[in-house]
Nanobody, 120 residues
Framework: QVQLVESGGGLVQAGGSLRLSCVAS????????MGWYRQAPGKQRELVAT???????TYSDSVKGRFTISRDNAKNTVYLQMNSLKPEDTCVYYC??????????????WGQGTQVTVSS
């Protein structure tokens, strides 16, 4: 079983900052991709940022220059530093990992989501 525990969401004023963290534990190994997606009510889940084990990073255009993704491979942890937050960043943010699960091979796993609300 794989567990992803997210933390760091909350309420912040526009222009403020938040830092999300996600720790992966359980029966998952060789985690390659780690990242964050987000979903607003009535909309599809969308990519925010991903980072590979080697440090290759992808950002959505909407967060480039404001958000920074990083990871600690030794701790199986991924972070998302969110600066200059805007009301349109208000979403549930989901942690995502892709690694080897002995019972099913390489596969993805998702966190339960953490709410980020940005007030204007």
């Amino acid at each position: 079983q794989v567990q992803l525990v997210e933390s760091g969401g909350g309420l912040v004023q526009a222009g403020g900052s938040l830092r999300l963290s996600c720790v992966a534990s359980g029966n998952i190994f060789n985690i390659n991709h780690m990242g964050w997606y987000r979903q607003a009510p009535g909309k599809q889940r969308e990519l925010v940022a991903t980072i590979t084990r080697a440090g290759m990073i992808t950002y959505s255009d909407s967060v480039k220059g404001r958000f920074t993704i990083s990871r600690d491979n030794a701790k199986n942890t991924v972070y998302l530093q969110m600066n200059s937050l805007k009301p349109e960043d208000t979403c549930v943010y989901y942690c995502y990992v892709y690694g080897f699960v002995p019972s099913r091979g390489f596969s993805d796993a998702w966190g339960q989501g953490t709410q980020v609300t940005v007030s204007s």
